[in-house]
């Protein structure tokens, strides 16, 4: 049974417009209650109120607030009067509050049911919150839907709410079915971006170790002019540098270089141009092999298509080795790709 929330005192005039605080008007509701409520208190809490108020003449005074159950329409003019609600009344009429507060303009208590629905969202229930954020303009309440049903469209399949939403409401159908695609297009340019990133940083990190390997020597290859140490520590880098020694050692003797079509060579070859590219040292104090005739080299006219492509990579990876000195502790925590698929996709990604 419907019980007032507010209790009104008795008053002589029948004239709703007069300014008193104690102009009375009556909420019918759906269940054919009124409840009595002061009109100047209702038109400061709501536009739309006040422009209803405004309106009525002085023998009409009753304002219908039809279509959602009697208690529910208490509970909003309670929050008018005291700007509180339960969790146990959100909890029950969340939905119709949430429908009250977008038609007459409380934004308070939109902002309560809004929150009060994205904490209670569930596959069960994700269509029609969809809905009703959708006819409410409860933008948080409609993202949060939609990343539910992009994570849980299976389950959301299944349920009742999307049977009814595909017989009756094939627009927002689609609408979901287009967020789940351009979701889906997200997450992909954001993996291509993470292993490009992954990529410059880790032939970043192939400089640094190319310049350390030949200027200071590590655990089993050094300068060309000095004999590397017997007993030799690995260095910070050593995953990357071993890899790079190896390379140096094969790249020295191997009968087939890049001429003859060795790929292993190859990418050594381009390690070697790419630190020429990216080298500040004067040619005669670089102790890298080959940076001063690549650094010649880059003087002459070349393919102007091939030289952009390069040099899109350069700056990529001069980016990625200053970045690389602010978030190093971060990167420490993520998986490097390999030298080798680093240098094998450095052309592609370069596109």
Known sequence: MCRSPVSPPHHDSDHVNDGSVQAIVYIL?????????????????????????????????????????????????????????????????????LALSHVYLIPQLKRRC?????????IEN??????????????????????????????????????????????????????????????????????EQSLYFQLSEAMDCLHHICTEGCTSVGPFDKEPSKIRTPCSKYSTCEGLQHSIKHFAICKKRVNGGCVRCKRMWQLFKLHSSICESPDTTCRVPLCKQFKMK???????????????????????????????????????MSLRDAMNNHVSVAC
């Open 29 to 97: 509701t759906s269940g054919r209650r009124r409840i009595p409520a002061h009109a100047k208190i209702l038109a400061a809490a709501s536009p739309v109120l006040e422009s209803v108020i405004d309106r009525l003449r002085s023998s009409e005074k009753t304002i219908p607030i039809l279509g959602v159950p009697c208690e529910a329409v208490e509970v909003f003019l309670r929050f008018i009067y005291s700007n509180r609600c339960s969790e146990e009344e959100m909890e029950k009429f969340g939905i119709h509050l």
């Open 114 to 122: 809004t929150k009060a629905l994205i904490g209670r969202l569930a």
């Open 298 to 336: 880059g003087q002459q006219v070349k393919n102007k298509k091939e030289e952009a492509r390069w040099g899109l990579l350069v700056g990529k990876v001069v980016a990625a080795k200053a970045i690389s000195s602010l978030s190093l502790p971060k990167r420490e925590h993520e998986q490097p």
């Open 126 to 195: 994700v269509v029609d919150a969809l809905q009703l954020a959708r006819l409410c303009d409860a933008p948080d309440l409609y993202l949060k839907c939609m990343k539910l049903i992009s994570t849980s469209f299976k389950a959301v399949e299944e349920t009742e709410g999307w049977g009814f939403l595909q017989d009756n409401d094939p627009y927002l159908e689609l609408e979901i079915l287009k967020f789940i695609d351009d979701a889906e297009l997200r997450r992909k340019r954001t993996r291509k971006h993470l292993q």
